[in-house]
């Protein structure tokens, strides 16, 4: 009688070789048309250049307490805010990052404005006090599954594709927030709220430029 073993070789290393080309194609790409890598930086920017405000940076989500911080958009749209990285929750061989594969997001940047005791992080709000579409906050934990992230292809547009975050539970969106009315990043299931997004890519050749942007961004919000 034949052995099957040689034949269920074959279908393990048909199904291994499937899935390494399906995941090379469900790569995030940037602005530039790269995929997205664990290794570099990166701005989250809005992607149609009618939003209501620019880049991302940590603020207050309340007057009391400051801290944790929660994520709002620049009120002045030529602000490119805070770069972030990509990571995942656990060690794994693969520095692209993957759509719809979950993935810690933490600010980069020496340009702070507080609430040091915390990481820096990504997390959705847990507590007790939260709303029925809670904020993102700064200072979540690595393992936690709130703070894990989805990127989701939305829709092709002119020069690239259209993004947007996701959690397990929804979507990540915005709402009017409590400084100039800022949009704030919340966690919806309101379709219409959906943050649509781009990323571009840090270049290490202009880091004067991106910090001068950062501290000015930060200063554009009355209690740093």
Known sequence: MMSSFPLVSILITLMLASAVCTHGENRVNDTDGNPLRTTAQYLILPLSPRSNGG?????????????????SQSSVKALTGLPVSFSYPYAI?????????????????????????FSKYWEVDESSS?????????????????????????EP???????KLTT?????????????QAPQLVLTNDTAKTFLVK??????????TTSRQE?????????Y
């Open 55 to 71: 880049g991302l940076l940590p603020v207050p989500v309340k007057l009391q307490p400051l801290c944790p911080l929660g994520i």
């Open 168 to 180: 397990l539970t929804g979507t990540i969106g915005t709402v009017p927030g409590h400084w100039d």
């Open 93 to 117: 061989m693969d520095t692209y990052v993957n759509e719809m594969e979950a993935i810690n997001i933490e600010f980069k940047s020496d340009a702070w404005p507080g609430c040091e005791e």
């Open 157 to 163: 547009f002119y020069g690239g594709v259209a993004y």
């Open 215 to 223: 501290k000015l961004g930060l200063r554009m919000f009355p209690f």
């Open 199 to 208: 990323f571009h890519k840090v270049h290490g050749d202009t880091p004067a």
């Open 130 to 154: 939260a709303s029925e579409e809670p904020a993102i906050l700064v200072g979540g934990k690595k393992h936690e599954r709130n703070s894990w992230f989805r990127i989701e292809r939305k």
